[in-house]
């Protein structure tokens, strides 16, 4: 009869919760039924509530009483229970992230108030290995974990960004502001030297982290094949998860944590875990965020009358010929005052940038309790560019519900369906190559108006580009323990995604023809994944973990696009076919896939007392885009971890709460294969015969011998809190070995082939990375303070090249087409930093003529194309000691990768109160300021229709004995001669050090009873800014936003500042 | 032993040792590094550094600049050293390195100078092997060679392995040493002057006549440009080529001057002067760049600073890197029409010294007289 009561209540309780509408009845039942077993059996009712240290309830609490302990009941939605156990029974409440506690009743109590505290320390979490999770104790890898409410206040599309800073180790730079892409994301270090496109546009390949979102990898580098000439939608595939419905975050960073994952996770792994139903009374909660946001100060330009003074000086001045004067008359625009537009002032840039209000909505509707329960996000999301005709929009719905009528059985399925929609204007959404030439339009040209159009402008502001991303992922999971200790699981998902994009340009942005570009994509995953764990202890002090898991995934990828350059008007848009003559290709895009692939892995763990733990896994990964010699990569991996606040001999270390070090070893294989590079390439070319002739592509020699990347790691830490878990210090130190790494050889002449794609390039990374935490105040003060410091150095140095080289290559960039080249250089020398510029050195500007030294052989001054330098010239190092300035001139200098990264958080809570500051920082960096060196190029064509900017902020020489740092401007002839504002001097290098803070949350949850009397069970506001201030000493307007090169371009989309303000509310 | 197990237990309790041991970590880590077994950052020296040519043909007697290194991208600065410099058969060789005084730039010289103090202030006087490898790998002949006391390439004209100069070239920078082998140097005797087509370039004689080379009594002659110059007697253009020399010009030095003198003078047939203020449209003082001009009916004489020109720099005194001369003078023509008559000579002289540059009518006296 007794046992009937333990089951029954239970469903009562149950039974409570979904019929919440009903409870006072329900209440009068129980009521009832308990006074019948306490009749029976002289048993207690106990009522109570639970709060935390803020005195806030907490609902969910799990009450365990009885011998053994069984769960009784949980608290409600107000935090409330009501349960009948004997008299002066113990009762256990349990609440994750709490610890647990213990109340003893005395005889005769029936009412009880419990305050459950927070678990600060991060022992009991847990954190996921190989798809299964483990308990971080136990866990030997480097791994952090952020719970989704660090990232909820700030409203973002990418929630990428808001890791920045969070995690050492994670180098995430927020390098572009164009909504709905993505910047740059490394951890530890670098992991490639593949460098596509040329000048500004060089693109270091990403190596992005692996994404696996709720169980499911996800490559976050999609769509970003093609550099900056990027073609389709190009929606980062981390823009379409909402934020809101992130539970956690998980980083994994050395190579035990993610070899389980196999080859795509070389460069670590980043687990999205999103929110499961948690509430035994369903509950709808609703955030709101409506935020503006601002673009950041543009650049400064002479208007109207200033412009055309300036210009008219400039000429006058710096004149070397009659010639040049009468050119001044030729110039309508600055000579012409009986010109309607004499005085005209345009400011072009506020044409093309603007403020934007935006906001976002989310619904999450979840309920249930351990054997069922549901939940479901809708969420949308919009935001507008800060340049005009761009934006980004998602719509987002994931369902997911899980059921579990008993321990053995398990099942689980989700679906994620989102829309992302993009507007990229008429640039390729990272570049705004179009909006950056306007906006250095001369303000005397006039406006665009009724009857005036200007190309750029209507380019910019009146193609219709739109382009959408739709993916559907339909995901279930069974899982059956067969025997205690034993559990089987499948996992099975298939996501499907379809791109789509349509451009349109107007015939007035392009030489009087209308053209249509549309892209039409559609990529299919297949994944299953099969699990078999088993764990079991031995005694009382061996346990050992086993867990086997094969995957098979089947990935399907087609791009197609098509190219009409002239159509016939602007009102006919479409369907298009009628002319083939103007057809400008497009087909089926390069990065078409078909691939199979299947992983076997089997991880055991073994640990003794749970002091000493041992962990083996290996990991083998077979794709159909392996060549046959490498079908299979091998994954090994090893890590040992050692509790030793444990150990007996510390049991006097009061201060000392938990402490381990961690050893860690493990391969990371990536297969390099690909049909093209082993087998070659053909084309159709020639005839023979009268037959249409296949043959081998000359510019690539297959090769067949193409080994796969390895990534090899070693990693230390050490863990440890102290105090009571007021200080948290995690320390990790790694050296991370990039070996057979992809290189690009050009051949010589005398060979039939161009190059050859070798590996047989190295790099290492290694570094340290510390996050401290400090909790200064007592757990019972009202004030909550938590203040992390976090911090990573990371050096990577290039191990070696091709032998042939002797250790240097240098990638030149080389004038092509009739586009303005960055002749920016990259040198790769073995034992230097990998990402190293090959420049000339820039020492200042020559004061007076005398400054420039004179070959004691030949009497003639340092010069360059034959004209020897001046006053006002810039001082380039002779590094050669020839007096001529040329290509033997260039020396290594700089590194575009950033020595130290880290961020500091700070959380203030205070009764509802609450404000946290994000900062982050990036040190030791060299940015190469091409958008400076740009504006000063202006200043060599004063007849041209470009802006001019004030130089007077610049340290500039102006006249003989002037001791500056840029060269003389105004001498526009001179310019042209001698270049002083070449792009390939150290002139535009600089250190692109920064500390930003992130963003800053205010926000105050209101007073329970005081919402409840609203009819809302929570309510909190907050108001948020994001992009808050960067302090640095770089003389550009952002040292962030520049390319994975170091290189700050003008045609990069200027990243806004957002100002938020937001609710949370709970039904 | 339970005893020594209790102290190691209490010790290990004591602060004073975490410290200690955070110590030990932090230098462990230090040393890690060196564990990690990477390659040194080091300068790069290419195995493919090279020059374009590895035979060197100066001509002593004039500062010029030899060969330009290929350098592949080696890291600069680079050390250059000549080494082993030895004759075909191995004998060593120290004539080149010799030190001598040899003019240095150390201003600039712009042409526009107003005095030869000014011009002198702009160099120096410097010992220098003459010989040298400069820093940027160009090797420098200085023009304070001689055929005295550098032996130029055998005059018979052979050109034989024990009579050519050898060296090594050792390049250093940081990052290791690379020796280029064999160089060879083998020099043209001194020609003081240009054009010098004048002389045997081989003997230092006299020149053949290129129409007519085997015969002893003709000879080759320098030959100025001419426009409009008509003969007195032919009342023709007079012509200077290969068969027909109506004018020839001798450049050569002349004793009684004071160390730093260019004379020029105008001979008639008969070896006698012509007085230079016929030459009426003449503009002396941007003839050459010289000071302290006298006129005499002989001759007209600068103060010059040598060589002539100073350095490649373009000025009003020179064209294309030769000291440039025009003589003019005017006439009425037929009809009433003036013509101007020019006589032209792009030349440089490198010896200092005291030179004059004759024009010799060899034919006819030119016609100054209006028709």
């Known amino acids: ?1067 | 032993m339970d005893n020594l197990f209790k102290k190691v237990k209490l010790q290990w309790g004591n602060p004073l040792y975490s410290v200690l041991g955070i110590m030990v970590v932090a230098i462990g880590l230090q040393g890690c590094e060196k564990l990690y077994d990477l390659p040194e950052e080091q300068e790069f020296l290419s195995p493919n550094i090279n020059y374009p040519s590895q035979i060197f043909e100066p001509i002593i007697g004039r500062t010029g600049e030899l060969g330009a290194p290929n350098t592949d991208n080696s890291t600069k600065p680079l050390k250059f050293e000549i080494v082993n410099a030895r004759y075909g058969d191995g004998r060593p060789v120290t004539d080149i390195f010799q030190q001598q005084p040899t003019y240095v730039w150390t201003g600039e010289y712009t042409g526009i100078e107003t005095s030869l103090e000014e011009i002198e202030a702009k160099r120096k006087i410097e010992e220098r092997p003459l010989f040298e490898v400069q820093e940027s790998g160009k090797f420098v002949l200085w023009g304070a060679s001689t055929n005295e006391l550098i032996t130029p390439r055998p005059a018979d004209s052979s050109n034989l392995v024990q009579d050519r100069r050898y060296f090594d070239l050792k390049i250093t920078n940081v990052g290791g040493e690379r020796i280029i082998r064999d160089f060879q140097l083998i020099p043209w005797r001194e020609l003081p002057y240009e054009p010098n087509n004048d002389i045997n370039r081989y003997t230092g004689g006299v020149a053949p006549d290129p129409k007519d080379p085997r015969n002893p009594n003709k000879r080759d002659y320098i030959r100025p440009s001419l426009t409009n110059v008509i003969g007195v007697e032919s009342n023709r253009n007079l012509v200077t080529n290969d068969d027909q020399k109506d004018v020839v010009v001798y450049i050569r030095p002349f004793e009684g001057g004071n160390g730093h003198n260019l004379r020029f003078s105008f001979w008639a047939p008969d070896s006698t002067a012509i007085d230079p203020a016929k030459f009426n449209e003449t503009r002396w003082n941007d003839l050459v760049h010289g000071f302290n001009r006298v006129n005499t009916t002989e001759y007209v004489q600068y103060d010059v600073a040598y060589p002539i020109p100073l350095t490649t720099v373009a000025t009003k005194y020179t064209t294309g890197g030769s000291a440039k001369l025009e003589f003019a003078y005017s006439r009425l023509g037929f009809n009433n029409v003036r013509t101007t008559a020019y006589i032209g000579l792009n030349f440089k002289i490198f010896r200092e010294g005291d030179w004059e540059i004759i024009f010799h009518f060899r034919r006819e006296l030119p016609k100054f007289e209006d028709e």
């Open chain 1, 1 to 1067: 009869m007794k046992s009937f009561t333990h089951y029954l209540i239970p469903y009562i309780v149950a039974g409570r919760a979904l019929l919440a509408a009903k409870q006072t009845f329900l209440t009068v039942t129980l009521f009832l039924v308990n006074g019948l077993f306490y009749q029976l059996y002289a048993q207690t009712i106990v009522s109570g509530v639970v709060y935390d240290q803020k005195k806030i309830t907490i609902p969910g609490v799990t009450v365990i009483a009885g011998n053994p302990p069984k769960p009784l009941a949980s608290t409600n939605g107000r935090g409330e229970f009501r349960i009948s156990v004997p008299d002066g029974s113990t009762l256990v409440f349990k609440f994750m992230g709490y610890i647990e506690k213990r109340v003893t009743l005395k005889p005769g109590q029936t009412t009880v108030s419990v305050v459950m505290e927070e678990d600060q320390s991060n022992l009991e979490e847990v954190v996921v290995r190989g798809f299964v999770s483990r308990s971080k104790q136990l866990s030997t890898g480097s791994s952090v974990t952020i719970s989704g409410d660090e990232v909820k206040d700030v409203p973002v599309a990418n929630v990428e960004q808001l890791l920045q800073g969070k995690v050492p180790g994670l180098n995430i730079q927020v390098n572009t502001g164009a909504p709905g892409f993505r910047g740059s994301t490394q951890i530890r270090g670098l992991s490639t030297l593949t460098v596509s496109g040329s000048g500004n546009e060089s693109f270091l390949q990403p190596t992005s982290p692996l994404y696996v979102i709720d169980g499911v990898p996800l490559d976050a580098d999609g769509a970003s094949e093609f550099g900056f000439q990027q073609q389709g939608p190009g929606v980062s595939p981390l823009s379409m998860i909402p934020q809101e419905d992130i539970a956690s975050i998980e980083i994994l960073k050395d190579a035990q944590a993610t070899s389980l994952y196999g080859s795509m996770a070389a460069y670590g792994v980043i687990i999205i875990t999103t929110k499961r139903g948690n509430s035994e009374i369903p509950r709808v909660r609703y955030t709101n965020n409506t935020f503006m946001k601002a673009p950041p100060a543009l650049r400064a330009t002479l208007g109207g009358n200033l412009e055309r003074q300036l210009k008219i000086q400039q000429i006058l001045a710096n004149a070397r010929g009659e010639i040049n004067l009468d050119d001044l008359i030729k110039t309508p625009f600055l000579s012409d005052s009986l010109n309607a537009y004499y005085n005209n002032s345009t400011d072009w840039q506020s044409l093309y940038y603007r403020t934007t209000y935006n906001q976002s909505h989310n619904i999450a509707i979840d309920g249930g309790n351990p054997t069922f329960n549901y939940k479901a996000n809708l969420g949308y999301f919009t935001e507008k560019g800060v340049i005009r005709n761009t934006g980004f929009d998602r719509y987002s719905a994931n369902l997911r519900m899980e059921y579990a009528p008993n321990e053995k059985f398990k099942f689980t399925g989700q679906i994620n369906a989102q829309i992302g929609k993009q507007n990229k204007g008429d640039g390729a959404g990272l570049l705004q190559t179009g909006v950056s030439d306007g906006g250095a339009t001369s303000t005397l040209m006039p406006g665009p108006s009724f009857y005036q159009a200007n190309a750029d402008y209507v380019g910019s502001l009146r193609t219709k580009n739109n382009n959408d991303v739709r993916v559907i992922r339909p995901v279930a999971e069974v899982s059956y323990s067969i025997f205690p200790g034993f559990r089987a699981t499948t996992f099975f998902s298939y996501e499907f995604k379809s791109s789509n994009e349509d451009t349109f340009t107007p015939a007035a942005a392009n030489n009087q023809f209308a053209k249509v570009y549309a892209f039409n994509g559609r990529e299919s995953n297949l994944y299953s994944r099969t699990n078999l764990t088993y764990a079991k202890t031995f005694g009382d002090d061996h346990n050992i973990f086993i867990n086997a898991f094969n995957e098979v995934r089947k990935g399907d990828r087609q791009n197609s696009i098509t190219r009409q350059e002239r159509t016939p008007n602007d009102q006919f848009q479409g369907p298009l076919g009628f002319d083939g003559y103007y057809s400008r290709g497009g087909g089926i895009l390069t990065n078409f896939l078909d691939e199979r692939a299947v992983s076997f892995a089997l991880a055991t763990s073994y640990d003794y007392q749970k002091k000493y733990v041992v962990d083996l896994s290996y990991r083998l990964d077979g794709s159909s885009g392996n060549g046959f010699d490498n079908l299979y990569s091998r994954n090994p991996a090893i890590g040992l971890r050692w509790n030793f606040d444990k150990e007996e001999f510390l049991d006097n270390w009061d201060w000392l709460n938990m402490g381990a070090l961690r050893l860690s070893w493990g391969i990371n294989v990536i297969p390099n294969g690909t049909l093209e590079r082993i087998y070659g390439k053909y084309d159709i070319t020639g005839n023979y015969n009268g037959q249409q002739g296949i043959g081998l592509n000359f510019d690539q020699i297959p090769n067949p011998n193409l080994k796969p990347t390895t990534t090899t790691q070693y990693n230390a830490g050490l863990d440890f809190s102290l105090f009571n878990n007021k200080v948290d210090v995690i320390y990790d130190t790694y050296y991370k070995k990039v070996d057979n790494l992809l290189f690009e050889e050009n051949l010589s002449n005398t060979v039939a082939f161009g190059k050859l794609i070798s590996n047989d390039a190295g790099i290492v990374n290694y570094g340290h990375e510390l996050s401290f935490t400090i909790r200064p105040l007592s757990p019972s003060s009202p004030f909550n303070l938590m203040v992390t410091v976090n911090g990573a150095y990371n050096r990577d140095v290039l191990l070696k090249l091709p032998a042939h080289y002797g250790g240097q290559f240098i990638r030149f960039e080389t004038n092509s087409g009739n586009r303005e080249t960055y002749l920016q250089h990259n040198v790769f020398r073995v034992g230097t930093p990998s990402l190293s510029n090959y420049l000339l050195i820039n020492e200042g500007v020559y004061a007076t003529d005398d400054d420039v030294p004179i070959n004691p052989a030949t009497g003639l001054r340092y010069s360059v194309n034959g004209v020897p330098f001046r006053a006002g010239d810039p001082i380039i190092k002779d590094l050669n000691g020839d007096y001529v300035l040329d290509a033997n001139d260039y020396a290594r200098t700089g590194n575009a990768s950033p020595l130290f990264t880290g961020g500091l958080a700070t959380n203030i809570t205070y009764k509802g109160f609450g404000l946290n500051i994000n900062a982050s920082f990036t040190a030791k960096r060299t940015i190469l300021n091409n958008a400076l060196a740009d504006r000063f190029n202006l200043m060599k064509d004063p007849f041209g229709l470009k802006a001019v900017i004030p130089l007077d902020e610049f340290n500039m020489w102006r006249q003989p004995g002037d001791v500056a740092k840029y060269p003389y401007a105004y001498d526009y002839s001179r310019i042209e001669i001698i270049n002083p504002y070449r792009y390939d001097q150290t002139l535009w290098a600089e250190d692109g050090s920064y500390l930003k803070i992130n963003n800053v949350v205010l926000s105050y949850m209101f007073d329970k009873k005081l919402v409840r009397s609203w009819g809302i069970n929570n309510l909190r506001v907050y108001i948020s800014m994001d992009n808050v201030y960067t302090f640095s000493g770089y003389s550009g307007p952002n040292p962030e936003n520049v390319t994975t090169m170091g290189r700050d371009i003008s045609e990069g989309y200027p990243v806004p500042r957002t100002y938020n303000i937001g609710c949370n509310l709970e039904f």
